[in-house]
């Protein structure tokens, strides 16, 4: 059965992880992942680009496209709007932790 | 007046009567809040009732009648799942991360059905994150089936479906990533639609496997899942997955189907049974009924459990405490972001991130990810075979479940979970659209269960399912 190093993976998902849930998770991940494995038995066509996520739009013959950056809304027409939804908010900003620290 | 007069009519029904001047709009909303109150205790089909402001859009539809510019759903009382956003309300994924989120926006689908003055009855109960197919992965508390309350009313959509099935709406929208429209319609009784991928503007709704999910109906008659669809579909430039709209095609002749071989294991005998019933049927009523091959359909739900789970895992990478929702203190910023998580998400959505995480890894992507993704466009290109024009059939036909509704607690294994969407993940991996349609019942241990069968179509070939659908209410009846 594939190793699964569940610490490893939940620092990578940012997850806290209780030691008693880690051991469930030892047993569950696992059993998914060698379900999941029975895909190296299927017949496969060439996936899609690297980058793409293979949405199921070929058949009409459509890709994603992005619109022109042009045409920008007029500052600050949605920003009370945008910031309704956050946890803490100052001076019109969202607020956070400190992100980098000066090196001693 | 018994108010069940009023809830017991469809759509199209109460569209009619509300026309006909029959009742007004308010007494109709009025039956099915009453209705709600007196049932919803037991069934828990709504996360939160907006009796207030349903009663007041009522009267903004009774004024529009009154005015003669009302128009196919005004006046209907609707439900939505708790993942399609309103402006104003709450908007929860039935999850702990999002208790007190509002909603910043409406949802193209709110905005559309806003603009026809249907009313709002509620938010209906999920499982959290639209993860699951029971609702028991609900952050408060699961919902019971109408047909029998020890039992599961499939998911995630189950709160959708048992507050159709219970009389608790006239209709109501859910979304469907791998069978969560389908399924719990099909344990509930109801008639459940996957549209074509792309049809139904996905702008508004909370994201989990963005490939796969859509939007759509949940209705009483099939007749009514096609009215709500047609309200509800059309291209979206907010959506970049949106599709152009086209006019309706007509429906196809009558070629039906049946993948054999993938209906092998696992599928209780009495569900066959039922399935094959209508299969005859419809023979009877001048349909070609023949065996087909989709030789990789049965990987399916394994290409499901890594696509789903790799962009689910990037769709929560959102939740971290700082734009909305919860957020737990902690000491740095990273602390911030593990503990929100840590707190906010419940097992299962926990579970899916890891997975996600896990085959996206590096070293792990190429196996995984990359190699479903191969075996994906392989599903979809034998579907695509088996639904040519010239030389195909014109639906495939599958039980929509390979059982009737489980109870509450009986699937605590997570992959026996999973494989309650066996016959609705194939669809959604191709993107074709699918309507699941009671057929019939069984019982079990004193309880009548409903059954249902699941058509399959060409892309944008809707109209199709719902003239099948419509024989298999004929026959049926």
């Known amino acids: 059965m594939t190793q699964v190093d569940i610490e490893s993976l939940a620092k990578l998902a940012r997850l806290e992880v209780s030691n008693e849930e880690r051991s469930r998770m030892e047993e569950d991940i696992p059993a998914i992942v060698e379900f999941v494995e029975t895909i190296q038995k299927a017949e496969a066509d060439a996936p899609p680009s690297a980058g793409s996520t293979g949405s199921p739009h070929s058949h009409i013959g459509l890709q994603n496209v992005m619109r022109e950056d042009e045409n920008p809304h007029e500052s600050g027409k949605f920003t009370e709007r945008m910031l309704s939804g956050a946890p803490k908010v100052v001076d019109g900003r969202v607020a956070v932790r400190q992100v980098l620290k000066r090196s001693p | ?477």
């Open chain 2, 1 to 477: 007046m018994d108010y069940s007069l009023l809830t017991d009519l469809t759509i199209a029904e109460a569209r009619r009567a509300l026309d006909a001047k029959e009742c007004s709009a308010l007494e109709l909303a009025d039956a099915y809040l009453e209705a709600i109150k007196e049932k919803d205790g037991e069934i828990h089909a709504y996360l939160e009732v907006w009796e207030e402001a349903a009663r007041a859009e009522a009267r903004a539809a009774d004024a529009q009648l009154s005015a003669g510019t009302g128009r196919a759903l005004t006046g209907i009382p609707l439900a939505l799942k708790d993942n399609i956003l309103v402006e104003g309300r709450t908007a929860s994924a039935a999850s702990k991360i999002l208790e007190n989120y509002a909603a910043s926006y409406d949802a193209t689908v709110t905005k559309k059905l806003k603009e026809q003055s249907v009313v709002f009855l509620g938010r209906t109960n999920m499982d959290e994150f639209a993860m699951g197919s029971s609702t028991e992965n609900s952050a408060y508390g699961p919902t019971k089936n109408p047909h029998d309350v020890a039992r599961v009313p499939g998911g995630s959509s189950g709160g959708s479906a048992a507050a159709v099935a219970a009389r608790l709406c006239a209709a109501s929208l859910g979304s469907d990533t791998g069978g969560s429209i389908r399924q719990p319609a099909a344990l509930c009784g109801v008639v459940g639609l996957y549209p074509t991928y792309g049809s139904v503007s996905r702008f508004g709704l909370i994201a989990m496997g963005s490939s796969l999910d859509q939007i759509g109906p949940l209705a009483r008659t099939v007749e009514d899942a096609g009215i709500l669809f047609n309200a509800i579909c059309g291209h979206d430039p907010r959506d970049s997955t949106s599709i152009p709209a086209t006019g309706n095609r007509p429906p196809a002749t009558k070629r039906i189907g049946v993948p054999r071989d993938f209906l092998g294991s696992g599928i209780e005998a009495d569900v066959l049974e039922n399935f094959e019933k209508t299969l005859a049927r419809l023979r009877e009523k001048g349909y070609e009924v023949r065996d087909i091959t989709l030789p990789n359909i049965r990987h399916s739900l394994a290409v499901y459990y890594i696509v789903m789970p790799a962009e689910a895992s990037t769709n929560l990478a959102r939740y971290d405490g700082i734009r909305y929702g919860l957020s737990s203190p902690a000491e740095d910023i990273a602390g911030v972001y593990a503990k929100t998580r840590g707190e906010g998400f419940g097992l299962e959505v926990r579970r899916r991130i890891l997975v996600g995480t896990f085959v996206l890894s590096a070293g792990y992507a190429d196996a995984y990810y990359r190699r479903a993704l191969g075996v994906r466009a392989r599903i979809r290109r034998e579907f695509a075979e088996a639904l040519d024009e010239a030389s195909g059939v014109d639906v495939i036909a599958t039980p929509t479940t390979p059982a009737p509704a489980f109870k509450l607690g009986e699937k605590a294994d997570p992959l026996s979970m999973y494989a309650a969407d066996i016959f609705t993940v194939p669809v959604n991996l191709a993107g074709i659209p699918a309507i699941s349609v009671p057929n019939g019942s069984l019982e079990r241990e004193g309880k009548t269960l409903p059954t249902a069968i699941q058509f399959i179509g060409r892309p944008r070939d809707e109209s199709t399912l719902f003239a099948v659908g419509v024989d298999v209410e004929k026959t049926s009846g």
